[in-house]
C-alpha cells in the first residue's frame, strides 16, 4: 500500500480504536500496520473500557466512534479525556452525518471527523495529520461549525435579552406553567388569585411575543429560559 500523502512524524503516532464494530476496528488496525509512522496501541468496544485505556495507555490520537454500547458515548469519553488533561487528540469516526453531530463534536473538543465509508487511505492520512497537530475537516464541515456558532450567539444574545425584561414572578410562573399546571393550580401554589396570575401571563406572551401558552412555553425553551427535559 502506498504511504499516505500527509506529514510523516519522527515518532510512531499510538493509536487507541474506540469502535464496537469488529469490520471497522479492522479497517483501522490496517490503516496502523502498513502505514509508516502509526502504531496500534489498542482497541475497545465501549466508552467504559475506553476511558480506562485512555488512563493507562495514554494513547497520541483516539479514533472513535460516537455511537457506542452501553452508558458511556463516544462523546462522553471525548469530554472526559479533554476534562483530565489526558493530552490524546481525536479523531471521530462515525456513520452521523447530521450537523448536530457534527457540532456536538467539535464543541466537545475532537481534533477530526470522518465518515464511516472513508476508505484506509484516507483513515492513515488523517490520524498522520492529526498526530502532527493539524485538524481535520472539511471546508463544509468548518462551515456548519461556524454557523452553528453564529447561531447559538444570537440566540444567547436573544435570551439574555427576553430573560433581563421579565420579572421574578414571571419567571415562576412561566416555570410553573412550562409543567403543565393550570391558572388555578399556579394560583394555589404561589397565593395569589386566578385572574392576577392570567395578568402576570399576558405580559409574558407580549414579552415572549407569543399568543399562547404552547407558543410561550415552546419558545422559553427554545431560548433557554425554562428546560422541558
Known amino acids: 500500500m502506498a504511504?499516505?500523502?500527509?506529514?510523516?512524524?519522527?515518532f510512531d503516532v499510538r493509536v487507541l480504536v474506540v469502535e464496537d464494530h469488529p469490520v471497522l476496528r479492522g479497517?483501522?488496525?490496517?490503516?496502523c500496520?502498513?502505514?509508516?509512522g502509526l502504531a496500534?496501541?489498542?482497541?475497545?468496544?465501549?466508552g467504559e473500557e475506553a476511558v480506562e485505556l485512555c488512563r493507562s495507555l495514554?494513547?497520541?490520537?483516539i479514533v472513535l466512534d460516537l455511537a457506542l454500547p452501553g452508558r458511556v458515548q463516544g462523546l462522553d469519553v471525548a469530554r472526559t479525556v479533554r476534562a483530565e488533561g489526558l493530552g490524546a487528540r481525536i479523531l471521530v469516526l462515525t456513520g452521523r452525518t447530521d450537523e448536530q453531530a457534527l457540532f456536538d463534536a467539535i464543541r466537545a473538543g475532537v481534533d477530526g471527523y470522518l465518515e464511516k465509508t472513508a476508505g484506509v487511505r484516507f483513515i492513515a492520512d488523517a490520524l498522520l495529520r492529526?498526530?502532527?497537530?493539524?485538524?481535520?475537516?472539511t471546508?463544509?464541515?468548518?462551515r456548519v461549525a461556524v454557523s452553528e456558532l453564529g447561531r447559538l450567539a444570537r440566540q444567547a444574545r436573544e435570551s439574555s435579552g427576553v430573560?433581563?425584561?421579565?420579572?421574578?414572578?414571571?419567571?415562576?410562573?412561566?416555570?410553573?406553567?412550562?409543567?403543565?399546571?393550570?391558572?388555578?393550580q399556579v394560583a394555589s401554589r404561589i397565593g395569589l388569585s386566578p385572574r392576577t396570575v392570567e395578568t402576570h401571563i399576558s405580559k409574558l406572551y407580549r414579552k415572549l411575543g407569543v399568543r399562547n401558552r404552547v407558543q410561550a412555553v415552546s419558545r422559553a425553551a427554545a431560548l433557554g429560559i425554562v428546560d422541558l427535559s
Open 139 to 142: 471546508p463544509e464541515q468548518e
Open 27 to 31: 479497517v483501522v488496525r490496517l490503516a
Open 40 to 46: 496500534l496501541a489498542g482497541e475497545v468496544a465501549t
Open 163 to 184: 430573560r433581563s425584561s421579565l420579572t421574578e414572578r414571571e419567571l415562576e410562573i412561566l416555570e410553573l406553567v412550562s409543567h403543565g399546571l393550570t391558572v388555578k
Open 58 to 61: 495514554l494513547p497520541d490520537v
Open 3 to 10: 504511504t499516505p500523502s500527509g506529514p510523516e512524524p519522527s
Open 33 to 36: 500496520e502498513h502505514t509508516p
Open 130 to 137: 492529526i498526530g502532527a497537530g493539524e485538524r481535520v475537516f
